[in-house]
């Protein structure tokens, strides 16, 4: 097992880390161990058949079951925020996973495009504010839309995941 583990929480997350997984350099990245841990039955379902470690998170818990993180050194998050289960496991696994010894945990966590509707977004925003006496690198997907002037629906969050990648391989977090 890698010391290093990427866990990818909430579809958002799932995306980021089999984006990151596709198109990597960094050999560590590669290297690393993934978990993709979700309240959707049907989408780790998918994962499991890709060969991915899963985990089923119960959208009524407090708990993350970190028996799954033993032997990690270096834990990073990744979350999109906005949702349910994203927004609400982000935190509770970064807590879990430094209470249970793990001392360098970080978080790569999106905001959502306007698009994706006011309601979102302020969850978004109460989940960030959860976390804000931690690591925390925030990808504001709407800024990708300036950068970016010719960005599509179709391969927005596509971006949004590279973003994640370019913010891990640069050491950033």
């Not at 995306?15 to 990245?29: D, F, G, S, Y």
């Not at 978004?124 to 010719?150: F, G, I, Q």
Request: proline share 2%; aromatic share 8%; charged share 25%.
């Amino acid at each position: 097992m890698s010391k290093t583990m990427i866990l990818a929480i909430g579809g958002a997350g799932c995306n980021m880390a089999e984006t990151i997984m596709r198109v990597a350099n960094a050999h560590w990245i590669k290297e690393a161990t993934y978990l993709f841990a979700d309240s959707d039955m049907e989408r780790l379902s998918e994962l499991g058949k890709k060969g991915f470690e899963t985990l089923h998170l119960q959208r009524e818990s407090d708990s993350f079951p970190t028996e799954k993180l033993r032997g990690v050194e270096k834990l990073y998050i990744l979350a999109g925020l906005g949702g349910m289960t994203g927004s609400r496991f982000a935190e509770i696994a970064a807590k879990s996973a430094k209470s249970d010894g793990i001392g360098n945990v970080a978080l790569i966590v999106t905001l959502p495009f306007v698009f994706e509707g006011s309601r979102k977004l302020a969850k978004a925003t109460e989940a960030l504010k959860s976390l804000s006496d931690m690591s925390v690198k925030v990808l504001n997907n709407e800024e990708l839309t300036e950068r970016y002037p010719d960005i599509k629906f179709i391969n927005a969050f596509v971006y949004s995941d590279k973003e994640a990648l370019n913010a891990m391989e640069s050491g950033l977090i």
